[in-house]
């Protein structure tokens, strides 16, 4: 994997802050939203813009024009919706936890809480965090491929403690969430679902190869309560780049939202556009 495009350096102060959060999220509820401005303040920093991520859209580099660090709190999606839109702008990103899995954040950060993570951002350092690339999208948490990914609708409705629809989407992923399944380039068999995830030596991958109902409600399990590589019937590895598919329409999670590619799909390793705020060793 080839160098970031630039090393380490210090953070920069907060300076002028555009805040991004989903005031509608039990994760991100008004209090914990009102508990992290008034940490920005106390750190020095000003609130100069907000959007209230997904009903209004994360700022562009032409709206971050002036702003010194975008600090967006949300899951994986917010995060990545964000990191996306503020394509072309080169002031400094914090990422805070407000979602399940958390993955950049606790790269960045560890456990901290957000009140920790604001108050050590001054004494961090930017830096250019691993990606996934495929088919001109970017994953900066995780790509899921395959029929597992029917399983999102069950997870995303057990978190919003939607039950009656948790029951329908387990139904319907039951159904079609392990029925055939992908190629990968090199791995014998198909599989129903693979994991992709960033890392700076190249693709965490982990394939899953279960057949039957108990290895599909094992992973289903595991997914629901935290993560499926927890599950048995998993394979995993480190691979310089990955190919996947070759003649139907992959399904794929991008950090949480549905791309429909063309096969076959090379998924690459590479380095973000944007740098972020590290506040651990």
């Known amino acids: 994997m080839t160098p970031a495009p ?41 609130i100069a813009g907000s959007s209230d991520f997904p009903r209004q859209p994360a700022p562009d580099a032409a709206a971050l024009a002036g702003i010194d660090t975008l600090v967006v709190m949300g899951g994986d999606g917010t995060l990545g919706a964000a990191s996306g839109a503020a394509l072309g702008w080169d002031g400094q990103f914090l990422a805070i936890p407000g979602g399940t899995m958390n993955l950049l954040p606790r790269a960045l950060h560890g456990d901290a809480t957000p009140e920790a993570i604001v108050a050590a951002a001054a004494q961090g350092v930017l830096i250019h965090v691993p990606v996934v690339r495929a088919a001109g999208h970017i994953s900066y948490c995780r790509i899921i491929i395959g029929p597992l990914t029917r399983w999102a609708r069950a997870r995303e409705n057990a978190r919003h403690g939607r039950l009656w ?68 019937s998993v394979t995993a590895f480190t691979a310089p780049e990955l ?3 070759r003649r139907r329409t992959l399904r794929c999670l991008f950090d949480g ?24 060793d």
Do not use: C
């Open 243 to 245: 190919v996947v598919g």
């Open 6 to 46: 630039h090393p380490p350096e210090p953070a920069r102060p907060l300076g002028r802050v555009w805040l991004v959060a989903n005031r509608a999220s039990r994760s991100t509820d008004e209090a914990r939203i009102t508990a992290l401005e008034t940490a920005l303040r106390a750190a020095g920093a000003t």
């Open 257 to 280: 939202e549905l791309r429909r590619l063309p096969p076959p799909v090379r998924f690459v390793p590479g380095w973000s556009d944007l740098r972020y705020i590290r506040t651990q």
């Open 165 to 232: 629809r948790v029951w329908q989407a387990v139904r319907l992923a039951l159904a079609r969430g392990f029925l055939g399944g992908v190629k990968v380039a090199g791995q014998p068999g198909r599989h129903p679902g693979v994991l992709v995830m960033p890392s700076d030596q190249g693709l965490e991958v982990a394939l899953f190869s279960g057949r039957g109902l108990g290895a599909a409600m094992a992973v289903a399990v595991n997914w629901l309560l935290n993560d499926w590589r927890a599950a048995a």
